[in-house]
């Protein structure tokens, strides 16, 4: 009985295929090969000890409201599933019903709604996050005259307020042509809405912990004098898929990390040129060593003292390929993209901080894999 040989890639081969090819009119190498019998006498069989050694999160910037990290050594399809997650699976709270009591201003009533429900608003995290539970509407249920019915409670429903009326400044000063001195709410702005906590509410929003609007200067309308908005609101919490006002964030994207290969020295007025293809910070210019110099093969013979290109900082670079258009540059550059490494860029609208969206996404995506593996399971017996 013969043994089966096991082959183990060289480590160049490894890049290579770990490598996406960015050429001058196409791109190479975009699929992923690491699975089992792709390459004969090689076993790429997925198993959590191998995916632990080779997976790590970096994070390069973490901020409330902006986060910039890295996963590294998994494959697209899970960073998607992350992206994905992270724009229409996370709950938020918007406005979904505007009841309007008044509104004698420019803006259409269906106009103004549709504004007042795009406004972000904050608030206490256990309170967003955990005391408010799902709105389910019942049918035929009589409201009263805030709107409110039998099946609004402190637990699923935030009420909020809009009441103002442009008046004349009586203060300003004579010759005033700026709206904003001449009268008393010229500009309506996100910071003039109420918050009503009914019940409980009280409890988990008051204080620094009060549902506010993440900013407060947002214009809503203009109006000048006897001019007249009184609505209220109901803020309902929801997801990105059914309305994009639910999303948490304002961006989540991710792109490969670039890779830039100079296999030939790049000298003197070449390497200025060079670093200019690239954006700043992506090629440094240095001077060229005695001991480079003195060393065989490497390219700087007879160079001690000349500005030669080197990589500084390839995350910096959106692999323009300006470089490849310049013949001189085309046999002396390699190109490229990581296949496995994602530069995660989050951007939170407020509610929830951004590197806590990425962390949540997590907890959605092990909730479905759960439910996927019951059903699994409840299939096959």
């Known amino acids: 009985m013969s043994r089966r ?12 295929r770990n490598t996406v090819g960015i050429q001058a009119e196409y791109i190479s190498n975009v699929q992923a090969t690491d699975f089992p019998r792709h390459y004969p006498g090689e076993d790429n069989s997925w198993n959590i000890d191998k995916f632990r050694d080779g997976f790590r999160v970096q994070f390069h910037k973490n ?66 996050h955990s005391f408010l539970k799902w709105y389910k509407k019942k049918p035929n249920t009589a409201t009263d005259n805030l709107g409110v019915s039998g099946d609004h409670f402190d637990y699923n429903t935030v009420l909020l307020r809009l009441q103002v009326k442009c008046t004349h400044n009586e203060d300003a000063a004579e010759g005033e042509r700026d709206p904003r001195k001449l009268y008393h709410h010229a500009h309506v702005y996100a910071r003039d809405i109420e918050f009503v906590p009914v019940g409980r509410q009280a409890r988990y929003f008051s204080g620094a912990d009060a549902i506010v609007p993440v900013n407060p ?10 001019q007249e908005i009184d609505l209220s609101m109901h803020m309902y919490k929801g997801v990105g898929s059914d309305h994009a006002k639910f999303s948490p964030v304002a961006t989540a994207s991710y792109r490969l990390l670039p890779t830039i290969k100079i296999v030939e020295p790049i000298l003197g007025a070449d390497a200025e040129k060079f670093a200019k293809c690239f954006p700043k910070g ?22 001690e003292g000349e500005l030669k290109a080197v990589v500084e900082d390839p995350m910096k670079d959106t692999v323009s390929r300006e470089c490849l258009r310049h013949d001189e540059f085309n046999k002396k550059v390699k190109l490229g993209r990581k ?21 949540e996404s997590v907890a959605h995506l092990k909730a479905k894999c759960k439910a996927f593996e019951k059903q699994v399971i409840n299939m096959v017996r």
């Open 282 to 303: 992506v090629i440094r210019l240095r001077k060229v060593t005695r001991q480079e110099a003195a060393k065989q093969g490497s390219g700087y013979e007879g160079h």
């Open 5 to 16: 040989r096991v082959v183990i890639p060289s480590e160049e081969e490894l890049e290579r």
């Open 63 to 128: 901020g409330p409201l902006e986060a910039s990290f890295s996963l590294i050594g998994i494959h697209a399809a899970v960073a998607n599933a992350f992206r994905r997650i992270m724009i229409a699976d996370i709950p938020t709270l918007a406005i979904e019903t505007v009841f309007i009591e008044n509104n004698t201003s420019v803006i259409q009533d269906e106009v103004l709604s549709h504004r007042l429900g795009l406004i972000p608003f904050k608030g206490g995290r256990e309170g967003l």
């Open 217 to 226: 200067d947002i214009l809503i309308a203009k109006m000048r004098p006897e």
């Open 339 to 359: 296949i496995d490494h994602f530069i995660f860029s989050v951007e939170s609208t407020g509610q929830w901080e951004s590197d806590a969206i990425f962390l």
